[in-house]
Protein backbone atom coordinates (compact mmCIF):
# COMPACT_ATOMS: atom_id res chain seq x y z
CA UNK A 1 0.00 0.00 0.00
CA UNK A 2 3.05 2.51 0.79
CA UNK A 3 4.09 2.30 -2.78
CA UNK A 4 0.77 2.81 -3.93
CA UNK A 5 0.35 6.00 -2.13
CA UNK A 6 3.36 6.86 -3.22
CA UNK A 7 3.25 5.98 -6.88
CA UNK A 8 3.00 9.98 -8.09
CA UNK A 9 6.52 10.82 -6.22
CA UNK A 10 9.33 11.00 -9.30
CA UNK A 11 12.12 9.83 -7.83
CA UNK A 12 14.06 9.90 -11.19
CA UNK A 13 13.43 14.22 -11.18
CA UNK A 14 14.25 14.66 -7.54
CA UNK A 15 17.58 12.09 -7.81
CA UNK A 16 18.44 14.60 -10.65
CA UNK A 17 17.43 17.73 -9.08
CA UNK A 18 19.25 16.45 -6.01
CA UNK A 19 22.67 15.38 -7.90
CA UNK A 20 22.45 18.62 -9.48
CA UNK A 21 22.99 21.11 -6.39
CA UNK A 22 25.54 18.93 -4.56
CA UNK A 23 27.44 17.55 -7.27
CA UNK A 24 29.96 20.75 -6.93
CA UNK A 25 30.81 19.70 -3.32
CA UNK A 26 31.26 15.66 -4.14
CA UNK A 27 34.89 14.60 -3.97
CA UNK A 28 36.26 12.30 -6.74
CA UNK A 29 36.26 9.71 -4.11
CA UNK A 30 33.31 10.11 -1.61
CA UNK A 31 30.86 7.34 0.93
CA UNK A 32 27.56 8.93 1.34
CA UNK A 33 25.25 8.35 4.10
CA UNK A 34 21.16 8.61 3.54
CA UNK A 35 18.74 9.64 6.41
CA UNK A 36 15.57 8.44 6.68
CA UNK A 37 16.01 6.13 3.59
CA UNK A 38 12.43 3.85 4.03
CA UNK A 39 12.12 1.22 1.96
CA UNK A 40 15.18 2.38 -0.63
CA UNK A 41 13.06 3.43 -3.37
CA UNK A 42 14.94 6.46 -3.45
CA UNK A 43 18.17 5.32 -2.80
CA UNK A 44 18.11 2.81 -5.90
CA UNK A 45 17.22 5.50 -8.13
CA UNK A 46 19.82 7.92 -7.02
CA UNK A 47 22.44 4.89 -7.67
CA UNK A 48 22.93 6.35 -11.39
CA UNK A 49 24.58 9.10 -9.78
CA UNK A 50 26.06 7.56 -6.93
CA UNK A 51 27.59 3.83 -5.70
CA UNK A 52 29.08 4.38 -2.04
CA UNK A 53 25.94 5.04 0.08
CA UNK A 54 25.20 3.73 3.72
CA UNK A 55 21.07 3.58 3.71
CA UNK A 56 19.67 4.18 7.56
CA UNK A 57 16.15 4.73 8.78
CA UNK A 58 14.81 4.37 12.27
CA UNK A 59 12.25 1.51 10.64
CA UNK A 60 13.39 -1.78 10.72
CA UNK A 61 10.95 -3.08 8.52
CA UNK A 62 10.97 -0.13 5.75
CA UNK A 63 14.49 -1.45 4.88
CA UNK A 64 13.93 -5.04 5.09
CA UNK A 65 10.77 -3.94 2.52
CA UNK A 66 13.85 -3.37 0.08
CA UNK A 67 14.37 -6.14 -2.29
CA UNK A 68 17.30 -5.36 -4.33
CA UNK A 69 19.69 -5.02 -1.70
CA UNK A 70 22.30 -2.88 -3.67
CA UNK A 71 23.22 -1.17 -0.30
CA UNK A 72 24.25 -1.93 3.24
CA UNK A 73 21.32 -0.55 5.51
CA UNK A 74 21.84 0.37 9.45
CA UNK A 75 18.24 1.01 11.89
CA UNK A 76 18.90 4.05 13.63
CA UNK A 77 17.53 7.44 14.61
CA UNK A 78 18.50 10.52 12.89
CA UNK A 79 19.31 11.81 16.56
CA UNK A 80 21.23 9.17 17.72
CA UNK A 81 23.57 8.07 14.71
CA UNK A 82 26.07 5.29 15.38
CA UNK A 83 29.07 6.03 13.24
CA UNK A 84 32.11 6.27 14.51
CA UNK A 85 33.64 6.91 10.80
CA UNK A 86 33.24 10.13 8.79
CA UNK A 87 31.19 11.15 4.87
CA UNK A 88 31.47 13.13 2.27
CA UNK A 89 27.83 13.62 2.08
CA UNK A 90 24.67 12.96 4.29
CA UNK A 91 21.44 13.92 2.92
CA UNK A 92 17.77 12.97 3.80
CA UNK A 93 14.79 13.39 1.35
CA UNK A 94 11.09 14.05 1.52
CA UNK A 95 10.86 16.71 4.58
CA UNK A 96 12.43 14.12 7.06
CA UNK A 97 13.55 16.70 9.24
CA UNK A 98 10.20 17.37 9.92
CA UNK A 99 9.81 14.24 11.70
CA UNK A 100 12.28 15.48 14.50
CA UNK A 101 9.59 17.55 16.31
CA UNK A 102 11.44 19.72 18.88
CA UNK A 103 13.98 22.32 18.66
CA UNK A 104 16.28 20.15 21.70
CA UNK A 105 16.04 17.32 19.45
CA UNK A 106 16.88 19.41 15.83
CA UNK A 107 19.73 20.74 17.36
CA UNK A 108 21.09 17.32 18.31
CA UNK A 109 20.42 15.79 15.15
CA UNK A 110 22.78 18.49 13.66
CA UNK A 111 25.51 18.05 16.12
CA UNK A 112 25.60 14.42 14.70
CA UNK A 113 25.62 15.17 11.19
CA UNK A 114 28.73 17.56 12.06
CA UNK A 115 30.08 14.66 14.47
CA UNK A 116 29.84 12.23 10.99
CA UNK A 117 30.96 15.01 8.50
CA UNK A 118 34.42 15.39 6.98
CA UNK A 119 35.90 18.93 6.71
CA UNK A 120 34.94 20.03 4.02
CA UNK A 121 31.48 17.50 3.55
CA UNK A 122 28.29 18.34 2.99
CA UNK A 123 24.68 17.79 4.14
CA UNK A 124 22.00 18.35 2.09
CA UNK A 125 18.52 17.83 3.24
CA UNK A 126 15.10 19.30 2.23
CA UNK A 127 12.26 21.10 4.90
CA UNK A 128 8.52 21.47 4.50
CA UNK A 129 7.33 24.98 5.15
CA UNK A 130 3.69 26.11 6.66
CA UNK A 131 2.82 27.01 3.19
CA UNK A 132 3.10 23.59 1.82
CA UNK A 133 0.93 21.68 4.86
CA UNK A 134 -1.78 24.33 4.37
CA UNK A 135 -1.83 22.97 0.44
CA UNK A 136 -1.99 19.22 1.60
CA UNK A 137 -4.92 20.44 4.43
CA UNK A 138 -6.55 22.89 1.87
CA UNK A 139 -6.93 18.69 -0.94
CA UNK A 140 -8.41 16.99 1.73
CA UNK A 141 -8.62 13.57 2.47
CA UNK A 142 -7.20 10.82 0.14
CA UNK A 143 -8.97 7.03 -0.58
CA UNK A 144 -8.28 4.07 -2.39
CA UNK A 145 -8.38 0.87 -3.25
CA UNK A 146 -4.98 -1.61 -3.33
CA UNK A 147 -5.02 -5.46 -4.02
CA UNK A 148 -8.35 -5.67 -1.82
CA UNK A 149 -7.22 -3.21 1.22
CA UNK A 150 -9.04 0.00 1.40
CA UNK A 151 -6.39 3.18 2.82
CA UNK A 152 -7.64 6.42 3.59
CA UNK A 153 -5.08 9.09 4.85
CA UNK A 154 -6.66 12.02 6.71
CA UNK A 155 -4.57 15.73 6.83
CA UNK A 156 -4.63 17.95 9.44
CA UNK A 157 -2.49 21.06 11.25
CA UNK A 158 -2.68 22.81 14.90
CA UNK A 159 -1.86 26.67 13.44
CA UNK A 160 -0.46 27.05 17.34
CA UNK A 161 1.62 24.17 17.90
CA UNK A 162 2.76 24.06 14.29
CA UNK A 163 1.97 20.35 13.80
CA UNK A 164 0.96 18.86 10.82
CA UNK A 165 -0.56 15.32 11.56
CA UNK A 166 -1.28 12.27 9.22
CA UNK A 167 -3.31 9.87 10.05
CA UNK A 168 -3.20 6.69 7.66
CA UNK A 169 -5.80 3.71 8.16
CA UNK A 170 -5.85 0.34 5.85
CA UNK A 171 -8.83 -1.49 6.10
CA UNK A 172 -9.65 -5.01 5.13
CA UNK A 173 -13.38 -6.69 4.83
CA UNK A 174 -14.43 -3.20 6.74
CA UNK A 175 -12.34 -3.66 9.73
CA UNK A 176 -9.10 -1.61 10.46
CA UNK A 177 -5.78 -3.79 10.31
CA UNK A 178 -3.60 -1.08 10.11
CA UNK A 179 -3.32 2.43 11.65
CA UNK A 180 -0.43 5.05 11.88
CA UNK A 181 -0.18 8.74 12.90
CA UNK A 182 2.69 10.42 11.28
CA UNK A 183 3.40 14.14 13.43
CA UNK A 184 5.74 16.53 11.10
CA UNK A 185 6.51 19.86 13.27
CA UNK A 186 6.23 22.91 10.84
CA UNK A 187 9.37 25.04 11.86
CA UNK A 188 9.49 28.62 10.97
CA UNK A 189 12.02 29.18 7.87
CA UNK A 190 14.91 31.34 10.19
CA UNK A 191 14.80 28.43 12.72
CA UNK A 192 16.70 26.42 10.97
CA UNK A 193 19.64 28.86 10.37
CA UNK A 194 19.82 29.80 14.00
CA UNK A 195 19.79 25.91 15.05
CA UNK A 196 22.15 25.06 12.29
CA UNK A 197 24.80 27.66 13.11
CA UNK A 198 24.16 26.81 16.87
CA UNK A 199 25.26 22.84 16.19
CA UNK A 200 28.63 24.66 14.29
CA UNK A 201 27.32 24.16 10.96
CA UNK A 202 26.53 26.98 8.54
CA UNK A 203 23.86 27.20 5.66
CA UNK A 204 25.81 27.13 2.07
CA UNK A 205 22.58 27.31 0.30
CA UNK A 206 19.25 27.62 0.58
CA UNK A 207 17.00 26.64 -2.47
CA UNK A 208 13.05 26.94 -3.23
CA UNK A 209 12.99 23.19 -3.74
CA UNK A 210 13.13 21.74 -7.26
CA UNK A 211 14.65 25.19 -8.03
CA UNK A 212 17.53 26.91 -8.32
CA UNK A 213 16.60 30.31 -6.95
CA UNK A 214 16.92 31.31 -2.77
CA UNK A 215 14.20 29.90 -0.50
CA UNK A 216 12.56 32.19 1.66
CA UNK A 217 9.72 31.78 4.46
CA UNK A 218 6.86 32.28 1.81
CA UNK A 219 8.47 28.50 -0.36
CA UNK A 220 6.63 25.67 0.29
CA UNK A 221 9.66 23.31 0.81
CA UNK A 222 13.27 24.27 0.83
CA UNK A 223 16.49 22.64 0.12
CA UNK A 224 19.60 23.25 2.64
CA UNK A 225 22.83 22.37 1.78
CA UNK A 226 25.11 22.53 5.05
CA UNK A 227 28.93 22.80 5.81
CA UNK A 228 30.74 22.66 9.10
CA UNK A 229 32.03 25.74 9.95
CA UNK A 230 36.16 26.32 10.21
Not at 7 to 23: G, R
Not at 161 to 180: A, G, L, P, T
Request: with cysteine; hydrophobic share 35%; aromatic share 16%.
Amino acid sequence: VYNHVMKKVKYDVWADYLFSVIEPFLPEEYIALELAAGNLNFTNCFSVYLTDIVATDLSADMLKSDKKNLFPKVCCDMIHLPFFMEFDLIYSTFDSINYITNKQNLKKHFKEVKRCLTDNGVYTFDASLERNSLNHVKEGNKKGFYNNYYYSQKSEISPNRQVHKNSFEIYSDNKIVFKEVHRQKIYAFETYFEVIDNAGLFVVECFDAFKYKPGTPNSERVQFIVKKKK
